[in-house]
């Protein structure tokens, strides 16, 4: 599975961005994708989830309210719409799959559960 994340970019606090997430793989196993972000000298964080079959989503507290993370197995995209955003949310931003032989509801809670991780693209929001 290789992943790619783009989408970041410079933005005012209080804009919005939307990274997308693009999946290959050779594989029939499923995905669930997981956003994370890393700011300088801070501790990689989970930002939002989806499950392999779509239905379940979880956000990070810092997060919720703000932020969708939403799929499209037509594109094989996972998206993140981030919204109002503050100067916090500039960080790295990573997607990460793990990978199921069959769809489930379940979300991956911890990093280490991701098999693969793609590049950053880097986040900036400006006060």
Known sequence: VQLQASGGGLVQAG??????CTASTITTDYL???WF?????????????????????RYADSVKGRFTISR???KNT???QMNSLKPEDTAVYYCAAETFNRLTN?????SYEYDYWGQGTQVTVSS
């Open 15 to 20: 804009g919005s961005l939307r990274l997308s």
């Open 72 to 74: 499209d197995d037509a």
């Open 37 to 57: 972000r890393q700011a300088p000298g801070k501790e990689r964080e989970g930002v939002a989830v989806i499950s392999s079959d779509g239905t379940n989503t």
């Open 78 to 80: 996972v998206d993140l």
């Open 106 to 110: 379940y979300i991956p809670r911890e």
């Open 32 to 34: 669930a994708i997981g």
